[in-house]
């Protein structure tokens, strides 16, 4: 399972990228709202820094609208792909997407239809919320076994981005369940380095080191 970071923050991503585990960046509207800085020229700084999929999100509700802001989108850097929501609308602009070969990133997943459909379609990813799903009582971990099952059973090559991750344990159950990749908050990103054991164990390491 690879790692990308979900925030529009561009020192987070500095950061995260620093330490050479990052293959990836997702952004949503709420995530760019909060930066409070333009859209496009926040993207052109994320996919200078990073080379692997940057995903940015439309905002149009029709195909019509989707596709010529997502060509805008693709148009920034090479390593854009263009977040679509999980709508009628969404799935035709996915199709005209992936004909035009650019690459999208379908949002808003909270079952296993929505997956295959959005796969079929010809999404490059699919990115089920686990968080919002936990949220409401259901399990958000359920469903990336299901997908994963199901992409498997039938050759697809779509890949599963493990989305609205709350905590390390989130990051753990996916890869174990078959997500391809882990969209992180920076938070959570720092909370996966840490273990009591490991502080503890550099703490005594160099006490012995400076009593000799
Ligand atoms: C990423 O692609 C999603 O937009 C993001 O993980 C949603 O996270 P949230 O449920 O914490 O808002």
């Known amino acids: 399972m690879k790692f990308f970071i979900d925030t529009a ?10 330490l050479g585990i990052l293959a990836g960046v997702t952004t949503n509207p709420s995530l ?6 333009s ?3 926040r993207l052109k700084e994320i996919t200078d820094e990073v080379s692997g999929s940057v995903s ?24 854009i792909t263009v977040k679509v929501p999980m709508t009628l609308e969404g799935l035709k602009a996915v199709k005209a997407f992936s004909d035009l070969n650019i690459k999208t990133n379908v949002t808003l997943i909270f079952n296993a239809n929505q997956a295959l459909l959005a796969a079929r ?3 490059s990813y699919v990115s089920p919320f686990l968080g919002r799903l936990d949220d409401i009582g259901q399990d958000g971990m359920d469903l990336i076994a299901t997908i994963a099952g ?3 059973r039938h050759g697809i090559e779509t890949e599963i981005i493990a989305a609205s991750i709350r905590h390390p ?10 997500a391809h990749i882990a969209t992180i908050p920076y938070k959570v990103l720092g909370q996966l380095v840490k273990h ?17």
Do not use: C, Y
């Open 32 to 37: 760019v709202a909060k930066e409070g800085v």
């Open 169 to 178: 344990l989130h990051v753990t159950d996916a890869a174990l369940n078959g």
């Open 121 to 123: 379609a010809g999404a």
């Open 39 to 41: 859209f496009h020229e």
């Open 9 to 18: 923050n561009i020192e987070d991503i500095r950061s995260a990228n620093a």
């Open 196 to 212: 009591p054991l490991t502080d503890q164990g550099i703490e005594k390491f160099l006490n012995d080191w400076n009593k000799k």
């Open 150 to 152: 199901i992409f498997d």
């Open 56 to 79: 940015a999100e439309v905002i149009s509700e029709d195909a019509e609208g989707m596709i010529e802001e997502g060509k805008e989108l693709a148009a920034i850097a090479p390593n």
